[in-house]
């Protein structure tokens, strides 16, 4: 697709990067690259993703709310302004996210 990469980050610390593999609507379609900073935020993506996955809507909003409250950004390795206000979805080595 194109060579957009983006670092997933909370204040200085790198959580991952998201290299862009395709677009789906709104969502855009990533690889994701684990960081020193994922272990910690891990169980949340994960409580997310199951939450989704069993159609538990409460609790897949409420896990997004407290992925929301971490204010994470991404910052584009092309040096453009950070997006901070965004939904993403991280499972294993994928990431997705809109804005």
Not at 5 to 31: A, I, N, P, Q, T
Not at 70 to 88: M, N, Y
Request: aromatic letters at 12%; charged letters at 30%.
């Amino acid at each position: 697709m194109s060579d957009r990469v983006w670092r997933l980050c909370r204040g200085e610390e790198e959580v991952g990067k998201l290299s862009l593999e395709g677009v789906d609507m709104f969502w855009h379609d990533c690889r994701f690259e684990a960081s020193s900073g994922w272990p910690a935020l891990r169980p949340l993506f994960e409580t997310s993703h199951a939450a989704w996955e069993r159609q538990d809507t409460d609790a897949a909003v409420e896990a997004d709310e407290a992925i929301y409250a971490l204010e994470l950004e991404l910052v584009p390795e092309d040096g453009s302004e950070p997006i901070t206000d965004f939904l993403l979805r991280i499972n294993g080595d994928s990431a997705r996210f809109r804005y």
